[in-house]
């Protein structure tokens, strides 16, 4: 018997994919809980994406169970756990069913009834009698709603995190009737929580702030100048999915700028998306192809050596037309823990560590003239913009210390749950 089996409490964590190589900032959470006594499972809505993860992955103990994703491939699984917890809470079950057949006419889609099928799954094989007495979703889209049935189903008390899409991109009546359920949420940011609480208005559900945070014992200060004269010249960096909210559209325009201004430069992008060919024509088109380098999904020592070896960290965030955006980009203050100087947008909560001129410079998104004029201040500026990456490493050591925040989110869960056994 593990040490999760004599616990007596297991904390449920339902995740849309794990592990995913973008979203260190929960896997390192979840070490953090179980390192502090709290026992986790993870229940997983997707396989991962890539064949490599980041090395800490492997300090975490939680068992993982991976849910069939749809009902088309995965119906069998489904539809076997479901009966099976039919048979064994009838009421409960066809109460909630009849809940999601409603709920899935109203808004004319199968997935409330997907979401139903997965939560009954995770009820049935992880919920039902067994020591977990907690479920806590990441993103308030589809995963809370797997969460949300699946604690209903099992008679738990449920929370989520909201993060940045997942916000912008739900429905108001959906995040109301989520918020309005949930025992409490947490989100990232106090833009995040502003949004949030303006659209769970006259409800009382808690919201609280935990910033991700950074680990300042692996993100330690140090920035080494490149010699600007070599082949490549200026060396300028950006980390971040190939999405439109990321903006690269407009980075690359203001690299146009740049070339016709004779700077000598090397864009060098990390990262990967749904709109990686899209971008690489956009790069092709503007003749910036002898220029720009794109390197995909690395791991984090290797991002590091990129932010302690480039002149400037640009990104160029912005709302895209549905309606989603960024929250504080964790690569933000990646670079700026190192002290790579960051260009950016004033976009979302970027300025709630971002300050225009102290900490960083911060330009309107989707304007290209002033993100190349940003750019160019800081590689011509050197001593300037040393100045503002001192100031940035303070206010991350200041402000977004992961430690902190990492036991904050103990105390949070400890709060309402009380895991370690005073209740």
Known sequence: MNSQERS??????????????????????ILALEQKGIPIEIYSLRRPREDFTHRFIREIRAPVMYVPEYVKTGW???FASNGRFFLRRPLRYLRLLTEALIRSVDRKTTATLRHFLQGGHIAYHKLLEREVVHVHAHF???PTSVALFAAYLAGLPFSFTAHAKDIYTSEPAQLRRKMRRARFVVTC???????????????????????????????????????????????????GRLVEKKGYDDLLR?????????????????????????VLDCAGSLGLGDNVRFLGTLTQEEVLNYYRNCHCFALACKIARNGDR?????VILEAMAVGIPVVSTNVSAIPEAVEDGVT???????????????????????????????????????????KFWHEKLFHLFNTYIKFDGRA
């Open 360 to 402: 960083g410079l911060l330009v309107p998104p989707g304007s290209p003239g002033a993100m190349a004029d940003a750019i160019e201040r800081t590689l011509k500026n050197p001593e300037e913009a040393a100045i503002r990456a001192k100031n940035a490493r303070l206010l991350v050591e200041r402000k977004f210390d992961q």
């Open 8 to 29: 007596g409490y297991v904390l449920g964590m339902l995740l849309k994919g794990y592990p995913r190589i973008s979203e260190t900032f929960i896997s390192r959470e």
């Open 76 to 78: 069998r699984d489904l």
């Open 326 to 330: 960024d929250g504080l980009p964790n």
């Open 254 to 278: 203001a690299l146009k700028i740049l070339k016709a201004r004779k700077i000598p430069f090397t864009f060098i992008h990390i990262g990967d998306g749904e709109q990686r060919s899209k």
């Open 140 to 142: 308030c889209h589809t």
């Open 189 to 239: 940011t106090a833009y995040n929580k502003k949004y949030l609480s303006e659209v769970a208005r006259g409800i009382n559900t808690p919201i609280h702030v935990n910033y991700h945070g950074i680990d300042l014992d692996f993100f330690t200060f140090g920035h080494s100048q490149p010699d600007a004269n070599g082949p490549e010249g200026y060396r300028i960096l950006s980390v």
